[in-house]
């Protein structure tokens, strides 16, 4: 069993900056590891994805932005946010993968809980 915990966010102003933490436990070696997000009113929607060998990829919306990567050895996984704007303000969900490492909420097997992000212009 896979369990994921998000902390890291909180409220801040526009082009300001937030690093998410989700604390991974169970095996997921072979996992492609995620951060989704959700806007009052709106779908859930990918952010980013990293796969086993550590590639990430990113929605358009974010790119050049945010950062994910991972620690392994911490089994901890990151999303580092810079040059946040009031759009970015949802519910970020940490996600496990275990076929895929796509951007679509059909292919996720594990989700956290969520951390709020609000981001005021």
């Known amino acids: 069993q896979v369990q994921l915990v998000e902390s890291g966010g909180g409220s801040v102003q526009a082009g300001g900056s937030l690093r998410l933490s989700c604390a991974v436990s169970?095996?997921?070696?072979?996992?492609?590891m995620a951060w989704f997000r959700q806007a009052p009113g709106k779908g859930r929607e990918g952010v980013a994805t990293?796969?086993?060998?550590?590639?990430?990829n990113y929605a358009d919306s974010v790119k050049g932005r945010f950062t994910i990567s991972q620690e392994k050895a911490k089994n901890t996984l990151y999303l580092e946010m810079n040059s946040l704007n009031p759009e970015d303000t949802a519910m970020y969900y940490c996600?496990?993968?275990?076929?895929?490492?796509?951007?679509?909420?059909?292919?996720?097997?594990?989700w956290g809980q969520g951390t709020q992000v609000t981001v005021s212009s």
């Open positions: 996600a496990a993968e275990r076929w895929y490492c796509a951007l679509r909420t059909i292919y996720v097997n594990y």
């Open positions: 169970g095996n997921t070696i072979n996992y492609c």
């Open positions: 990293i796969d086993a060998g550590g590639v990430p």
